[in-house]
């Protein structure tokens, strides 16, 4: 598990279904689809995904050739999730930007699934700040409409938070958090709901609440167990692995991490289970089986990238480089740190930024290389400040890249 909490992604990776109405047909056409659709996405919800993909794209051609648009909108919505699941980052994207233009005249709550997906796709990228400009954009559309839909605002709000915390954001995060639990009595979709509790469970332990983010979890649960949405269950097992290892329950941790990892991989959720693998690897490196956390993670490697799943990617680094450093092999772990570094520094990842370049200057400075430690200190610093964070003097100064300043020979 990355410190900053990665397991929380996720929580918000998977599109729910939306407020009602949203992506499920018009309501008030003559040649609905909504049966189909909602055939469909119970599909997708049970783990069926390539079941569900041929479903949305039967319906699609259906739409297309009835000149329905806010159908092909909820069978290209469809497509997108199929993809976000099997991890196919730039189609699902493409499918999501497809759905948002196809409901450009309509209601911006609307539109809100859509955007959502293309928020979830910039996370999973790495791209941060874009991700949160998406849904803040979107809520201030709606906003501005008059046309306030609770289901929409919640969606918006709830897939804010992985990002807020990912960029160390935690205030906006929880305050993010604070409005979604406002809107929830006003909601009736239960999905919607249940995405909400099992996303502040990752507010509630950035607080170090860790009882009421378990409690947060087991209302998810009750849900999806309730709704038989295996998918999610998988979410959750996976998040409470989460809060296992903050609380220092190791085994705990494990046991639900793999229930996740076997849940996913028999879906064929195959992101999602590299995602979990990693953290895995971390819970079994704490407690000591470090040949075989580094053997996950190493096959690991080739499914992970800066398109596709960036922050995890560095995060298999970062215990590839724990490992080498624990086992005496300076060289290799520098070189997993600086990579490790590379990747969170694009994603913007603002805490588990500043722990590799702790961690990479404490081995520099082990090592004697006194300078470049200080660089990496410095690195880690700089990415905390920002213009506009500081009380006195001019604005930091952005950080001067790592890549070159410790990838050189020994001081």
Not at 34 to 39: E, G, Y
Not at 309 to 314: D, I, K
Not at 374 to 396: I, V, W
């Amino acid at each position: 598990m990355t410190d900053n909490g990665t397991a929380g992604r996720a929580a918000e990776q998977r599109p729910e279904s939306g407020p009602a109405g949203v992506g499920d047909g018009s309501p008030h056409s003559t040649t609905e689809p909504a049966p189909a659709v909602a055939a469909a996405r119970r599909s997708l919800a049970t783990g069926e995904t390539q079941e569900a993909a041929a479903s949305f794209a039967a319906l699609l051609v259906e739409a297309e050739r009835l000149g329905l648009d806010e159908q092909r909108a909820a069978a290209t919505l469809g497509l997108g999730e199929c993809a976000l699941d099997a991890g196919d980052l730039p189609v699902a994207r493409a499918h999501f930007e497809e759905a948002e233009r196809l409901l450009a005249d309509a209601p911006p709550a609307r539109r809100a699934p859509a955007v959502r997906g293309q928020a979830i796709v910039h996370l999973l990228t790495g791209e941060l700040r874009y991700s949160c400009y998406l849904v803040e954009n979107a809520i201030e559309q709606i906003n501005a409409s008059g046309q306030r839909d609770p289901g929409a605002l919640l969606l918006l709000h709830t897939a804010s938070i992985g990002p807020y915390m990912d960029m160390g954001a935690h205030a906006r995060a929880a305050q993010a958090g604070e409005l979604a639990l406002a809107l929830a009595p006003k909601v009736s979709d239960p999905e919607l709901i249940a995405g909400m509790h099992r996303q502040v469970a990752r507010t509630l332990i950035a607080a170090g609440r860790t009882a009421e983010a378990d409690a947060s979890l087991a209302k998810a649960s009750e849900i999806y167990q309730r709704l038989g949405i295996r998918t999610e269950m998988a979410h959750c097992h996976w998040m409470r692995g989460y809060v296992r290892a903050q609380d220092g329950d190791l085994p705990g941790a494990e046991s639900e991490l793999r229930t996740a990892r076997s849940m996913l991989a028999s879906k064929r959720a195959a992101l999602y289970t590299a995602q979990v693998e990693v953290e895995l690897a971390d819970v079994l490196r704490r407690q000591g089986k470090g040949a075989e956390a580094e053997e996950l993670l190493l096959r690991l490697l080739g499914e992970l990238h800066p398109e596709r799943g960036s922050v995890h990617a560095g995060g298999a680094h970062r215990l590839l480089g724990l490992i080498r450093a624990e086992s005496g092999d300076v060289d290799a772990a520098e070189e997993h740190y600086v990579t490790a570094l590379a990747l969170l520094e694009r994603a913007g990842a603002a805490g588990d930024l500043a722990d590799i370049c702790r961690l990479l200057g404490d081995l520099l400075r082990r090592a004697g290389r006194t300078e470049a430690a200080l660089d990496a200190y410095r690195t880690g610093l700089g990415h905390r400040a920002a213009p506009g964070s500081t009380t006195l003097g001019p604005a930091p100064v952005h950080p001067r890249s790592m890549l070159g300043a410790v990838g050189g020979p020994a001081d």
